[in-house]
């Protein structure tokens, strides 16, 4: 029996099982793909304190091997389905774990755009991952869709080693910070390409082109050969929503002290309701959660 069962070795989930391990608790985390959930995608963080100019991968070693040296158990299994009781179970592919708390923090995964073949072009020229992808393109041709941070970063890391990059976005203005826009706007080998939707992949057997739509319905195509695809994400909450509260976004509703509709189960990080989505609030999140479990456990003496 665990203490503490945590859903998601991101951010959010590791920071969780650091503090519960302080607290002495038992801990098990479950992560279904590679610890550190989102960030360790990212070149660089520049934004979080202490800790300038770290690789998304070393911020995320360095925090799933703090996790693991204070004594957290980590399988990577993973979560189809959650039980709601005195004792709580959560079931993975490969079986059922009993714990006194849940806590959720499970991120989120990339927004798709939608099109035929986007699913059967991955790996074959289309990519969510300029960092994990960008080297197959060296010299070549790519366009970036979107237009908040993670596009713009994207497109700058292109821009150092495709020949081309096409940065393609919905509308003419930019949720991306100005900082990265201007220094993308430097680049000489970059072009924007406003108020236009990606409409069409063209493929054979590896992408060749994209159709791209304007807002007054005009077509071009553009030869390329990757699209990165950067539109936002979406919550990973599915296999929860019979027992918490999600809301129309598929969000888990929370409290600000991360407290769910149902006692004892907890949500922390991006797949939670909340305005700022950044790294520096999942690991708030995570100590908050894990405080909120610490206190519940200790409440109902379980
Ligand atoms: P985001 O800020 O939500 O931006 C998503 C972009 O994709 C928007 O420009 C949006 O267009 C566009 N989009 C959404 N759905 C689309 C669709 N179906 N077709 C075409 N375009 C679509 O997401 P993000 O860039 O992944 O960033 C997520 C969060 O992480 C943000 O808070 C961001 O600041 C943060 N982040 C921070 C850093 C950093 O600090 N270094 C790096 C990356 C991300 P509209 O603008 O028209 O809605």
Do not use: W
């Not at 082109?209 to 909450?237: H, M, Q, W, Y």
């Amino acid at each position: 029996m665990y203490d503490t069962i945590i859903v998601g070795a991101g951010t959010a989930g590791l920071t969780a099982a650091i503090y519960l391990r302080r607290a002495s608790k038992k801990v098990l985390v479950f992560e279904a793909k590679s610890y550190g959930g989102q960030i360790i995608n990212a070149s660089i963080i520049d934004n979080y304190p202490a800790e300038p100019h770290i690789s998304g991968f070393d911020f995320a070693t360095k925090l799933y091997n703090q996790a693991k040296e204070l004594g957290s158990e980590i399988r990577f299994e993973k979560v189809v389905n959650i039980e709601d009781g005195d004792i709580k179970k959560v079931i993975t592919e490969k079986d059922t774990y009993e714990c006194k708390t849940i806590i959720l923090a499970t991120g989120s995964d990339n927004r798709k755009l939608g099109l035929e073949d986007e699913d059967k072009l991955i790996g074959k020229g289309i990519s969510y991952c300029a960092t994990c992808d960008g080297n197959f393109y060296k010299n070549k041709v790519v366009a970036v869709a979107g237009g908040g941070n993670s596009a713009i970063e994207d497109a700058l890391y292109l821009s150092n080693l495709a020949s081309k990059v096409y940065v393609i976005h919905r509308r003419d203005e930019f949720r991306a910070e100005d900082k990265l826009l201007n220094e993308l706007k430097e680049k000489n080998n970059v072009e924007f390409i406003l108020n236009s939707n990606v409409t069409k992949l063209n493929s054979n057997d590896l992408l060749e082109s994209i159709e791209l739509t304007d807002k007054d319905g005009n077509k071009k195509v553009i030869n390329l050969d990757g699209l990165f695809i950067a539109v936002g994400r979406i919550p990973e909450n599915e296999n929860f929503a019979s027992i918490v509260n999600l809301n129309e976004n598929g969000y888990v509703i929370a409290t600000e002290d991360c407290n769910t509709n149902v006692p004892g189960i907890f949500v922390a990080g991006d797949n939670r309701t909340k305005t700022v989505r950044q790294l520096v609030t999942a690991a708030s999140d995570g100590a908050v959660a894990a405080s909120e479990a610490i206190k519940y456990i200790n409440k109902n003496k379980l």
